[in-house]
């Protein structure tokens, strides 16, 4: 027994049995290491194996993989994404991914994937991607934004606001995120009766004054009256095209008549008799032509977004390019009228 303490107290027999736990632990630690990278390969295949298209898969394939085309590709896989091609920039995506060993590029190439799937429509695969991407890594922030879209085109506006906690949390300016998904979540909440959303919506927009496109679009539609009385003369120019294709059933005339604004719009369109010039070129020249008798020229418009400078023949809440809030930058010009009239809220 003497014999059995005086071995466990040797200074040397402490060093051998530090340097034994020592041994087990990297050991432990290196092969747990391999586990977690074999599952995080399995799970990645699984993932690529769901999506699998038939684009430039054919040409992928014949083309041996070297670490030196790798990026040639990536930059290859953005100009397809930017200029709509989506189909040949997730077929590049997905071929770079089989064969990328490092992880943060990894990442990176998941991401362009999941942003062409929702940029395609794909919105379910859009969605599985970034939630792929975020439980290694949920601190990303342009993910979780991208993630917040999808449900928002989805009209997931509950799981839309959960997104928003995180980003909070990160330091994120969420003020306008909040409003615009409760502006949208009321909208479409179909269990709300008529006049307990036309409130909702008439408080959400006093409370801000923001998001006026989408406001005074439902209400013109579903309560003119209420519209009317709350439309700012300093709003009017940021909705010109709204009010240009409204019925003539929709118009109250004494709320135009007090609007040296829309008097002119009115006046332009030929609804009453055109005003004296207000200062707006275009709006102004179709009103002159107006009383000179000649009704051929109307306008047209544009909708550039304030963010990235992308112009759309149609109106947007959210960049379809860049996905800014409230950019949307209205654009005129004169054009010969077809005889047509248009009305976006109908």
Request: aromatic fraction near 12%; glycine fraction near 4%.
């Amino acid at each position: 027994m003497d014999a059995l303490l005086i071995n466990y107290r040797d200074p040397l027999f402490a060093v051998l049995l530090i340097a034994g736990m020592v041994f087990v632990i990297a050991l432990v630690s290196y092969w747990w290491g391999v586990y977690v990278k074999s599952r995080k390969s399995r799970r990645l295949q699984r993932f690529l194996r769901r999506f699998e298209t038939q684009g430039v898969k054919k040409s992928l394939e014949s083309m041996p993989y070297s670490p030196t085309i790798t990026q040639p590709l990536v930059l290859l896989a953005k100009a397809y994404e930017k200029s709509g091609e989506y189909n040949n920039a997730i077929e590049i995506g997905l071929y770079l991914l089989k064969h990328c060993e490092d992880e943060a590029l990894t990442y990176e190439l998941m991401e362009l994937v999941g942003t062409t799937y929702m940029h395609a429509g794909f919105l379910e695969r859009a969605r599985t991607t970034f939630m792929q991407i975020l439980r290694s890594n949920p601190r990303n922030r342009r993910v979780l934004n991208d993630l917040m879209v999808v449900y928002e085109r989805l009209q997931d506006f509950k799981r839309a606001k959960e997104v928003i906690e995180p980003l909070e949390t990160m330091g994120a300016d969420v003020a306008d995120l909040k409003l615009y998904l409760e502006l949208k979540s009321v909208l479409a909440d179909s269990q709300l009766e008529h006049d307990e959303k036309v409130q909702k919506v008439v408080s959400l927009y006093e409370k801000s004054g923001k998001f006026e496109r989408i406001v005074f679009e439902y209400l013109l539609k579903n309560e003119p009256r209420r519209a009317w009385e709350m439309v700012k003369e300093e709003d009017i120019e940021c909705l010109i095209d709204i009010f240009w294709f409204l019925p003539a059933s929709y118009l109250d005339y004494d709320r135009i008549k007090e609007s040296p604004k829309l008097s002119a719009i009115y006046g332009a369109r030929g609804d009453i008799e055109p005003p004296k010039p207000i200062g707006w070129f275009l709006i102004d020249m179709l009103g002159h032509l107006r009383k000179t008798g000649f009704d051929k020229a109307t306008l047209q418009f544009a909708y550039l977004c304030d963010s990235c400078k992308q112009q759309f023949p149609v109106p947007f809440e959210r960049c379809p390019r860049c996905l800014a809030l409230d950019s949307v930058v209205v654009e005129r010009e004169i054009t010969k009228a077809d005889g047509e009239t248009g009305y976006n809220l109908l």
